[in-house]
């Protein structure tokens, strides 16, 4: 896994096949829900996180990986963004690679441990088409439930557990982004945890706790979807004061449909060092709400 870089041309013959036309820029064109765009009834084979370890492996092609875990909330509120996100992808991924090199992405649906019957996906580290045969193939459970907040950190845990990644052996971390419209969880309770996993915990995971070590590994932002599409602008005071606790202001972000991709072009270029910010480094002026 990870060998290739994604081309537009293999974007366009792969939008083809799936029925779809990309316009002149680069974007899938059209008006999709979330069922339209995600077509999975049921979690896909390659998707399962239950049991897996997901790899990052330098290789002569790419020498020195940046692995990238791309988290998108798939409960029901978020199908808007999740679109955007799908229809944009190539836009992102052919303006990210023109700047940087060995960057691969990971795509993961995040649900509600609690309520949600797939509440983690994962998909293998890769950096060509197959992240958006992998993205295609979200199932968009559309659940969620009434605690307030959503399973954000389970992409924490599972980056932290469920990965092996060649950067940490060159003392680089890995990057994680997760996306949504709900307020921080304060934990992830241990059974379904475990269910969805196949691992074994003594106790409820606490986000305190878990942010202290996979910060130790890992970048972490949350790009808090403030649309009037979502949760998010209900809940925007309670998403800025939970993620608050643990994010600085250049780790969590508000955005909104239309610059939810520009901001994660940037983020991933920034962190993967690529020349775009050689001599302009100032990620806060280029990410703006």
């Known amino acids: 896994m990870g060998s290739g870089t994604w081309n537009r041309a293999s974007f366009n013959d792969y939008s083809r096949r799936a029925g779809r036309q990309v316009s002149a820029s680069g974007d899938i064109i059209g008006n999709f829900s979330a069922q339209e765009m995600f077509r999975s009834r049921q979690i896909a084979t390659v998707l399962d996180p239950y049991g897996v370890l997901r790899e990052c492996c330098d290789s002569d092609e790419h020498p020195e990986t940046v692995p990238v875990i791309l988290a998108l909330d798939v409960t029901g509120s978020m199908g808007s963004a999740a679109v955007e996100v799908a229809k944009r992808l190539n836009t992102v ?28 996906q994962a998909s293998q580290f890769e950096s060509d088409i197959r992240i958006a045969e992998q993205l295609d193939k979200l199932y ?107 994010l600085d202001k250049d780790h969590l972000k508000k955005v909104n449909l239309n610059n939810i991709t520009p901001t994660i072009t940037n983020i991933v270029t920034a962190f993967a060092g690529g020349k775009a910010y050689e001599e302009k480094k100032g990620l806060r002026n280029l990410i703006s709400w």
């Open 93 to 120: 991924m052919t303006k990210l690679y023109g700047n940087t090199r060995d960057v691969e992405f990971m795509i993961m649906g995040i649900g509600d441990l609690a309520y949600d019957r797939v509440p983690i």
């Open 140 to 246: 968009f459970e559309a659940g969620g439930g009434g605690n307030g907040y959503e399973s954000y950190t389970a992409a924490w845990y599972f980056a932290l557990n469920n990965t092996r990644l060649d950067c940490h052996s060159r003392g680089k971390k890995g990057l994680i982004i997760t996306m949504g419209d709900e307020p921080l969880n304060p934990y992830l309770p241990k059974a379904p945890l475990e269910a969805s996993l196949g691992v074994s915990s003594e106790k409820d995971i606490e986000t305190k706790e878990l942010y202290c070590e996979v910060t130790e590994k890992f970048e972490i932002y949350h790009l808090a979807v403030i649309d009037p599409r979502s949760n998010g602008a209900r809940y925007e005071d309670k998403i800025m004061s939970s993620f608050g606790e643990y």
